[in-house]
């Protein structure tokens, strides 16, 4: 059974800094692209960022580059979302999910795999 479960979130004041982890379980974590994608409240899914196999290549959404890193340990199992210099528009349940179409990354929809995801609030 595939599982992927998020944790780090929190809230933290406009400015600063969060990473957030996911372990994952179920299946072979070195062989798929994985991706983080966020949902605010009353909208729809937002992909923002994306990595390889083998964690040397990245891709962002506009949105987030240049100040958030993903990054993975594939010893552990484990995807990463470091995120600095937030905003209030990065609140949101952000969720890590397997790719299982690389050509298909940065739809959100064509997802399988979630997670149940941690929350972000970013408020002074």
């Known amino acids: 059974e595939v599982q992927l479960v998020e944790s780090g979130g929190g809230m933290v004041q406009p400015g600063g800094s969060l990473k957030l982890s996911c372990i994952a379980s179920?299946?072979?974590?070195?062989?798929?692209?994985m991706s983080w994608i966020r949902q605010a409240p009353g909208k729809g899914p937002e992909w923002i960022a994306v990595?390889?196999?083998?964690?040397?290549?990245?891709d962002y959404a506009d949105s987030v580059k240049g100040r958030f890193t993903i990054s993975r340990d594939n010893t552990k199992s484990t995807l990463y979302l470091q995120m600095n210099s937030l905003k209030p528009e990065d609140t949101a349940q952000y969720h890590c999910a397997r790719v299982d179409d690389p050509r298909l990354y940065s739809s959100p929809l064509d997802y399988q795999y979630w997670g149940q995801g941690t929350q972000v609030t970013v408020s002074s």
């Open positions: 179920g299946f072979l974590f070195s062989n798929y692209y």
């Open positions: 990595i390889g196999r083998g964690g040397y290549s990245t």
